[in-house]
């Protein structure tokens, strides 16, 4: 079993050559910091606005190389936030935030739309997602969550609710219960979508600059060893990595999530199993584990693992613990005892971004044409082309729906400093699993207090 080199979605495609690095002093109209989803889609829709605009991409290491590159691949309408939050700390109140939820659902479209239009194949089908209840305590859970859902203004077209029975006739776990089902998902293999953008991009006349770090930003510049950038905007597209540049070590906390890929299921496997739908799907647990049916017919299946690592440290090339490994194996193993033959492949991890309010943030400082996207809080795929569309439209200065939404200079507290940071993110995920493992050993439909306690102190959305 392969671990780490990236991830299993990289090795499955290759790694490219690196592209050329920053080949000296710049000046450009806007510097793009980070070539992941973020970086990649405000490029690509500066450039299809205002094709004479100067836009470069810096990136450390190469296109994709971050979260963008090792995600779950699922493309999900789901609100990087809180709603009540946003509602209580926006204008635009509870009406702003169903529109932002609106747009993300129209993003799920706008993403497979730009991958037909620009012949990008990365196994995109849209086939819902499934929340899944392997225990009673679970299962009220999702039966709650159909109630608040409805009163923010969902329609049953938007959640649905799946009794065991008709669940198995899409995908059959062992030991489910029910089910909620939302159909604004799509599946992709990440890896194939942010190189197919990269390409896109670059062939619009965007240079995408690789093994070259940022060591700093300021009003106007960004720093490299290899020169300067000089440009009126400079835009921090770097999510889970942010901590690493200077004054920004407590502005999102990169969460570690860790993921394994089984080798191609066998006819007979996927006869049993079913998900002939290719829905995206997960569990209800607190400590949750997220899956995706590959195009090439595998079970992709992630999890936390080690949260966090002390002083917002990093993984090495996507490398993993062994006890994650066995620990999600385990998992995959009770929830679809037909993978077990097929085994495991490659096991890889990656960090996301996290804000102290877990809600997501889209900004400009006009005046020191400073901008930044990120926050998505492990949702982050879908909501980085609508975060992409809206910077773009922030640094044009157009009249756009997109710049009103309630995400848009949104404020998050900071982080406490070490030992606060790395000794909460660890408690909150070992009470976490804790109460996981009550709700599953009794039939109380209960939410276990632990769970309640630690959303409670972490400030986590329902
Ligand atoms: C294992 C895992 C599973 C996930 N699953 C899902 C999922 O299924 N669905 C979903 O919606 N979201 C998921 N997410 C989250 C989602 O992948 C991210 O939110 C999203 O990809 C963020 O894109 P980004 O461009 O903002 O950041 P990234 O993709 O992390 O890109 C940031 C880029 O900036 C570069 N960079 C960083 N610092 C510097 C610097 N100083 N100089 C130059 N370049 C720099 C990095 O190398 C990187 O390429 C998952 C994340 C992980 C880790």
Known sequence: M????????WQARGIPPLRPPLPGRTDADVCIVGAGFTGLWTAYYLKRADPGLRVVVLEQTFAGFGASGRNGGWVTATLPGSRSRYASQHPSGAPGVRELERRLRETVDEVARVCQHEGIDAGLVKGGTLTVATTAAQDARLRRRLGPDRSWGDEPRIVRYLDKTELATRVQVTGAVGALYYPDCARVQPADLVAGLAEVVTRSGVPVYEATPVTSISAGLARTPAGDVRAPYVLRCTEGFTAGLPGQHRTLLPLNSSMIVTGPLSE????????DGCETLCDEAHAYIYAQRTADGRIALGGRGIPYRFGSGLDHRGQVAPSTVAQLGRILRRMFPMAVEAGLEHAWCGVLGVPRDWCATVTLDRSAGLGWAGGYTGHGVAAANLAGRTLADLVRGVPSPLTTLPWVGHR????????????GARGLYALYRTADRLESTRRS????LLARAGDAISGIPD
């Open 2 to 9: 392969q671990n780490g080199e990236v991830s299993f979605w």
């Open 268 to 275: 007979d496997a996927w006869k049993t199993i079913g998900w």
């Open 445 to 448: 439909t209960r939410t276990s």
């Open 412 to 423: 998050s507290p900071r982080w406490e400093p070490e030992p606060a940071r790395w000794a």
